[in-house]
């Protein structure tokens, strides 16, 4: 049944990879609600299933059955066109590579976005909320890889997306430029109330977020809420 109160509604979400003569069974029944603003971190091993969610719950794909509703819209049913729509308008996603137009600088990068959304910020004020004010006229080349990475944020935040799905956002990254990734993923949750999901391998980054899911074998293991937040600063990586 689906609810006002819950951005997202997983029932019995299925997918099935077919290679040949294997089927793989990438999702086995996955049920599950998130509601809006909440931080949810997604864990697991490869294969578990966890970027294959990430895709159907982002527009991405289709599951094979089962259904998967934002907030009255049902996405499980919906054609390519209102997929893409709601993709624009509403979701943005941070994937472990940049993705980077490398000839665009920072802004320009991030301006790209603006031009096709509603109600965008400006690419100044989505660059400031990742801490780049000061490297708006620099290309991917002249950023590391925790810039270019947050600059990449920037752009999927800058259209003011009412979901922030993030796959392995710093799977390549060191401890402290993955902190400070982290650190920006947090700043916007908090200010923007963007309901948040991060894919990765490191149970530790769980500590930082509202609830925690743990996938195995393409099903829900465990589902468990933090009562208490460790400050990202404070993550032992």
């Not at 289709?62 to 390519?80: A, C, I, M, N, Y």
Request: with cysteine.
């Amino acid at each position: 049944m689906v609810s006002e109160t819950f951005v997202f509604t997983v029932e019995g979400l299925t997918k099935v990879y077919s290679m040949g003569e294997v089927q793989v069974h990438a999702l086995r029944g996955v049920d599950l609600q998130l509601e809006a603003g909440e931080f949810t971190v997604l864990l697991g091993p490869s294969g578990s299933g966890k970027s294959t969610l990430l895709n159907i719950l982002g527009g991405l794909d289709l599951p094979t059955s089962g259904r998967v509703h934002f907030q009255q819209q049902d996405l499980s049913k919906s054609s390519e066109r209102s997929r893409t729509l709601f993709r624009r308008f509403n979701v943005g996603f941070v994937f472990q590579f940049y993705n980077l137009i490398p000839s665009l600088t920072a802004r320009e990068n991030v301006r790209l976005v603006t031009e096709i959304a509603r109600d965008p910020m400006t690419p100044e004020a989505a660059l400031e909320m990742v801490d780049l004010s000061d490297r708006l006229d620099h290309f991917p080349a002249q950023l590391s890889g925790g810039q270019q990475q947050r600059v990449a944020i920037a752009r999927g935040i800058a259209k003011r997306p009412k979901v922030l799905l993030c796959d392995e956002p710093t799977g390549a990254l060191d401890a402290a430029t993955g902190i400070a990734v982290l650190a920006a993923i947090e700043r916007i949750n908090q200010q923007l109330g963007t309901t948040t999901v991060v894919i990765t391998h490191n149970a530790t980054i769980g500590d930082m977020a509202d609830r925690v899911v743990t996938m195995r074998d393409g099903q829900i293991a465990t589902d468990r809420r933090n009562d208490v937040k460790v400050p990202v600063t404070a993550l032992r990586w």
